[in-house]
């Protein structure tokens, strides 16, 4: 398994304690006499919280495509030189954290694959459920030898979805597309290309956020409306649960490959987007001080301090405090380059744990009864360390509140949780678990209040890992898991040379080489 890279941006605040891992992120532009590639760069930019294990660009010019992917953030796999070579004027980008496959080079994206017509690259945020199905159909269709990505080692759902996209002389991409969309199951929002033509489309539920974005020569499609807004992109509107859309010279068309039975993740507002992303037309900023006020109804306390555990806690801690009444404040520092070191610290500092990227602010807290708030509670050692820390700081209460059910079940669209076994709330009820951290109290929303916050109806909303209702029918446990395309006993034999299948003319064989 690679190394994450450096400079992770998500809530982890122990070294090497799972938090809930993002989501990926998804970028397209259309734009005819735009440098696409820096467009795409900093839509990326933009939507690095999604994921940070690997990023990538592709390009088209109309004749060729290229694609430039490696392991690391955004701003340490780009630089001026690479993305000069990416020109055109269409342009795809990915930014992963891996929830199907592991995290390697090979299975970084944009993925690159053969069309009947010439070559397709692809970026999915999201994970199917049907995996396994689909390696059988990939297997009926093509034959068992593995071509393209599937040879070079990738070992994720999106390497399926682009050998299905090879299609027949018969079928233009739109066409095969059309056909293969209705077949996928689970989460997916994508934007794929080839060297004529933009494309995204989203599954039915909408269990992942896209958006449609207008420039003044062309188009944007991205995971959330910040990236449409760092580009100078005017908001259009969503891209539909179960709709096509395709943009070239022609203009946008759009259609429908499914009827739409939404059924988008709740935890997009409660953590995985920007708070100044928009999604079903609710501010996410607005939805989690919501959240936090709605917690101050639910769960009062006599306190002298509100603080949040920073970022991810601080417009629910703000709400909270407002509805409460109780003075909000500043009762711990981040350090601003909290990056995953990669040299191990000593047994002394591990022992400091949280410290490393924490710090409580002592004159502020001591002697003071304390509110902290939080998104979610995964296995608890974060909030055991900080609350003992508060402790060690001098505060005389500390109450924790917590802007979201508890966490039971595992994600199987697009989050990765600690494995189910590893929940705290699993095996504890709620005074149990604030005994175990620590905490004079412990207080979660219902899911009641966390979806009123959202404005959204209960029913378009996915919550399984709070409820374990899951939206999307899920096969047999032996045809899911992360690594289920790892496995050898599937139907998909030796690799062939997985360049053979490029035309050499279409610009793929140098574009599947290591950058």
């Excluded at 690095?48 to 796999?77: C, F």
């Excluded at 997916?188 to 290309?193: A, D, K, N, Q, Y």
């Excluded at 409820?467 to 045809?479: A, F, N």
């Excluded at 599937?490 to 610009?507: F, R």
Aim: proline residues 6%; aromatic residues 6%; contains cysteine.
């Amino acid at each position: 398994m690679a190394p994450r890279a450096d400079g992770r941006l998500n809530h982890d605040l122990l070294p090497n304690e799972k938090g809930p891992q993002d989501a990926c992120g998804v970028f397209g532009v259309w734009a005819p006499g735009e440098e696409v590639a820096k467009l795409t760069y900093f839509g990326l930019y933009a939507l690095q919280h999604r994921g940070q294990e690997s990023a990538g660009i592709a390009t088209s010019n109309g004749q060729q495509l290229l694609v430039y992917k490696d392991m690391g953030l955004v701003s340490q796999v780009f630089d001026e030189t690479a993305l000069n070579a990416l020109q055109g004027h269409i342009a795809i980008g990915h930014t992963r954290y891996s929830t199907t496959g592991g995290s390697t080079w090979e299975n970084a994206q944009p993925t690159l694959g053969p069309t009947a017509a010439g070559t397709v690259a692809l970026g999915h945020n999201g994970n199917l459920t049907n995996a396994a199905e689909l390696v059988d159909l990939v297997a009926e269709r093509y034959g068992s030898q593995r071509r393209g990505e599937l040879a070079r080692g990738n070992t994720t759902d999106t390497a399926l979805i682009t050998a299905l996209l090879a299609g027949d002389p018969d079928h233009t991409l739109e066409a095969t597309a059309l056909e293969v969309l209705p077949r996928l199951r689970g989460a997916f929002s994508l934007v794929f290309m080839d060297e004529h033509t933009l494309y995204a489309a989203r599954d039915p539920q909408g269990v992942r956020p896209l958006v449609l974005g207008r420039l003044e020569r062309g188009w944007v499609v991205a995971s959330e409306t910040p990236a449409l807004d760092i580009v100078g992109a005017s908001f259009v509107r969503e891209i539909e649960p179960g709709e096509f859309i395709a943009i070239d010279a022609d203009g946008l068309r759009s259609s429908r490959f499914a009827t739409t039975d939404r059924a988008g993740c709740v935890f997009e507002y409660v953590y995985l987007a920007r708070p100044d992303t928009s999604i079903a037309g609710r501010s996410v900023h607005a939805a989690r001080v919501a959240m936090g006020r709605r917690l101050a109804v639910e769960h009062p306390v006599e306190a002298d301090l509100v603080i949040p555990v920073p970022e991810s806690g601080t417009p629910a801690a703000v709400g909270y405090a407002a509805e409460s009444g109780i003075t909000f404040g500043q009762g711990l520092t981040k350090n601003a380059y909290v990056g995953r070191t990669f040299i191990q610290p000593s047994q002394t500092l591990r022992q400091l744990g949280i410290r490393l990227k924490l710090n409580p602010l002592k004159d502020v807290i001591r002697g003071k009864r304390l509110v902290v708030v939080d998104d979610s509670i995964v296995r608890g050692n974060t909030q055991r360390a900080l609350i003992r820390m508060l402790r060690e700081a001098g505060a005389a209460e500390v109450h924790v509140r917590i802007s979201s059910p508890p966490v039971k079940w595992p994600c199987f669209y697009g989050i990765d949780f600690a494995s189910r076994a590893e929940l705290i709330a699993n095996g504890l009820g709620v005074d149990e678990i604030a005994a175990s951290l620590g905490a004079d109290s412990l207080g979660y929303i219902s899911p009641e209040g966390m979806i009123a916050a959202t404005e959204q109806p209960a029913s378009q909303l996915c919550a399984a890992c709070f409820t374990g209702q899951y939206p999307i029918e899920l096969p047999p446990d032996d045809r899911l898991g992360k690594f289920l395309l790892e496995q050898n006993e599937l139907p998909l034999g030796a690799p062939e040379d997985g360049l053979l299948s490029i035309v050499p003319s279409a610009g793929g064989a140098t574009a599947l080489d290591h950058p």
